[in-house]
């Protein structure tokens, strides 16, 4: 195992983290593109007109900057290899929209997107890109009185009543970074209880 501090919005943090696992491991294999900036760290809930653009910039610079960093900077790995695996979370939000967080949304909408091209761009390299478009998940250890809240609130929605947890997505995590999803590639898998169906 091998843990690293990385800023993954400042693009030589992440070249020094694929360099890192390189040196560790001799190869790249998997990425899974899952900094964000969201429930564990303050952020405007009001409407568009109340978002600070400085928020704004900072939610692209996390959400989107650095999976395009970090993608960028195992690609030369894996081309070389002919293989890799680029995993890319997104939000079940992007795909319902949700009122008062469109900085968010928005930057979640464009990891969809991203992973779409990507894809492309890579399929002839034998590089699979993919996302996960997870819902409301309860990953906070403590998790605070208006977090519990929120998180239940969504429960209505779902077609499976209870809250979703980290471990409901390890195997579709599995899954993507396998064999087994060789053959797939652009797509952005829904787990989400049954919130979206697509």
Request: aromatic content about 6%.
């Amino acid at each position: 195992a091998l843990a690293a501090r990385v800023d993954v919005a400042q693009e030589q943090s992440a070249k020094d983290m694929a360099k890192l696992a390189l040196d560790k491991f001799s190869r790249i294999d998997v990425l899974v593109n899952n900094a964000a900036i969201f429930a564990t760290i303050p952020m405007n809930r009001g409407g568009i007109e109340t978002i600070d653009p400085a928020e704004w910039d900072r939610m692209m610079a996390v959400n989107l900057k650095g999976l395009f960093f970090c993608s960028r900077a195992v690609l030369p790995t894996m081309r070389q290899q002919k293989s890799g695996k680029i995993i890319n979370i997104s939000s079940g939000t992007a795909l319902n929209g949700s009122a008062g967080r469109i900085h968010y949304v928005t930057s979640k909408a464009g990891v969809i997107g991203f992973t779409r091209c990507l894809a492309r761009e890579v399929g002839d390299d034998n590089i699979n890109v993919n996302a996960i478009a997870p819902g409301s998940t309860l990953s906070e250890e403590n998790p605070s009185e208006e977090i519990l809240k929120m998180r239940g609130a969504r429960l209505a929605d779902r077609a499976l009543k209870r809250v979703q947890l980290p471990k409901d997505l390890v195997g579709t995590m599995l899954f993507l970074a396998s064999p087994l999803s060789d053959f797939m590639t652009g797509q952005t898998v829904c787990v989400d209880g049954g919130v979206a169906f697509l």
